[in-house]
């Protein structure tokens, strides 16, 4: 009984301490902190996803990558007030929020041309706000 005890804290406290360790390491997204860097990539990525083919052999995996940019992005910009007034940002949720909401609504049907024209449009207007500084 004794001994029984002793196994089940020691295997709590290797759980507490690897789970501690897990949360210490680096970035948990695929992101780097530099708000502009980010933005790009995440742009990048949506524009490859809205350009597949509908019959293209990495469409899911595309859709996936922009599915995860667009969580991580909104995770973590969401509530920095340094970003959160830049007209790139407000643009930009904008754009995640369409595509994402398509994403969830209907997943396996096609970006309908009217909302592809409208995000490739609201992309373009992030990258030349960035390229202006905000």
Known sequence: MHMKRYWSRLLALVLVLS???MGCSG?????????????LDVVNVMKQALNLSQDSADKTTVQAEARQKINDFSARYQRVN????LGSFTTMRTALNSLAGHYSSYPNRPVPEKLKNRLEKELQQVEAALKRGG
Do not use: F, K, M, N
């Open 19 to 21: 789970i501690g360790l």
């Open 82 to 85: 340094s970003v959160s007034s």
């Open 27 to 39: 970035s948990p997204d695929s992101l780097t902190g530099d708000y502009r860097q980010d933005t």
